[in-house]
């Protein structure tokens, strides 16, 4: 037989307020029991309600940073374009500045994206991968629903943010992602190490 007390915190605050609320009216619970019961209740909604303030503003914190960086290096590539144009520019300038890319020998044929997944709640997920030298990687994901992989998108610049919300609101899901190299718009090498990540409400 399972255990009576569900498991997720959404699903169990929904429960201990039923649970409370059915046996507030029962004569033979001593009252500094359903005193304990009902501040240890209030204690749990308000850790939720922190929880919840504090995983929104951390997927704040991190769009927001993304947002910089994205700024920051449009506004350098932009910059570099125009001093690779000058006419006095040379290797030693672009080495000088740090602007002058280093050849990337990864052999592809042989090699199988590093693929990493952070749950960011509410069904948002960070996938972190390497490109070396392919023109990206295309991922696949396989959800409760999914009979097989499905192809999710093609990822040219890491992070990719999955941003599909819950098969079910305010219930958690396990997702599987796995991915590809992609060179001339053909996969290339091995399929990444599977990559299971916990999307929590």
Known sequence: MSDFVPTSDNDLLVWVDHFITQISTDNEIAAVD????????????????????????AKQTTADKNDSRNHIVN???????????????????GAQ????GVKDSHDLSTSRPELTGIDQTDGVV???FSKYNSDGINIYS??????????????TLSPFVDARPLLQA????????????????????????????????
């Open 126 to 128: 960070i996938l972190s």
């Open 142 to 155: 396989k959800r409760d629903n999914d009979a097989d992989w499905v192809l999710l998108t093609r990822a």
């Open 170 to 201: 305010g219930k958690p899901e396990l997702r599987q992602y796995s991915a590809t190299y992609v060179l001339k718009d053909k996969e290339v090498g091995h399929y990444s190490n599977e990559v299971v990540v916990n999307c929590t409400p």
């Open 34 to 57: 359903l005193a304990a019961l009902t501040a240890a209740k209030a204690d749990f909604h308000t850790k939720i309600e922190h929880l919840n303030d504090a995983a929104a503003q």
């Open 97 to 100: 500045l740090g602007i002058v």
């Open 75 to 93: 506004l350098i590539r932009a910059e570099a374009r125009r001093i690779k144009a000058r006419a006095t520019y040379s290797d030693g300038l």
